[in-house]
């Protein structure tokens, strides 16, 4: 099964809003990170959490990372139509085969103008 | 800097068939992963090439190989091609070195494979 899980799958909301993501993982983990996929395009990386690091912002982004609950969630403020996209989580973790970076199923997230 | 680029952006092949598709990462950077996007499975990875040597392999058969060259550009080989291949295939390029944890990732805008 996957290291990293989205929820939700899909998410609706009007322009100006917020939107939260989610992102459950299972094993230790050096890194998380989430990026952004426009439809049938290659992903772009928005942003890198530490695993001893608990928030970090850029620009309208938000992720939090709380180790005790393998969990992770990116919040997106203001929304804009431009946020329309693929949302994924990958962590980075290290096991017998050596480091790995494993994404999640991702979130599709629809702004409406 | 360029960015990692892809081709073919697209390609049609028929089952049966073989076919090779080419990554440039960004200058630079000497690591090159390779993954699958399927709606029904999501994103696999496939492979990681550094310093020309494969360091990491998903669980894909033997058909999938790949290789890195002296320049850092990639190809990956998909033979005896089967309908379940058709998927988005994005190469990523990064900074990583050797033994440590995956950074940032770089993606390319992918080749489409439709496999008929």
């Known amino acids: 099964s996957q290291q990293g899980e989205e929820d939700p799958q899909a998410l609706s909301i009007q322009e100006g809003e917020n939107a939260t993501m989610n992102c459950s993982y299972k094993?230790?983990?050096?890194?998380l990170q989430w990026y952004r996929q426009n439809s049938g395009r290659g992903l772009v990386h928005l942003i890198l959490i530490r695993s001893n690091e608990r928030e970090k912002h850029s620009g309208r982004l938000r992720v939090t990372l709380d180790t005790s609950k393998k969990s992770s969630s990116l919040l997106i403020t203001a929304s804009r139509a431009a946020d329309t996209a693929s949302y994924f989580c990958a962590t980075a973790y290290r096991n017998n085969a050596g480091n790995m970076l494993t994404f999640g199923g991702g979130t599709r997230l629809m702004v409406k103008p | 800097k360029a960015g990692v680029t892809q081709t073919p952006r697209y390609l049609i092949k028929t089952r049966g068939q073989q076919v090779t598709l080419s990554c440039s990462p960004i200058s630079g950077h000497r690591s090159v992963s390779w993954y699958q996007q399927t709606p029904g499975q999501g994103l696999q990875f496939l492979f990681e090439?550094?310093?020309?040597?494969?360091?990491n392999k998903g669980n894909f058969p033997g058909r999938f190989s790949g290789r890195q060259f002296s320049n850092s550009r990639s190809e990956m080989n998909v033979s005896t091609l089967e309908l379940g291949d058709s998927a988005l295939y994005l190469c990523a390029s990064s900074s990583r070195l050797a033994g440590m944890s995956y950074n940032e990732q770089f993606f390319g805008p992918g080749t489409r494979l439709t496999v008929l």
């Open positions: 090439y550094f310093s020309e040597t494969q360091r």
């Open positions: 094993t230790s983990i050096n890194n």
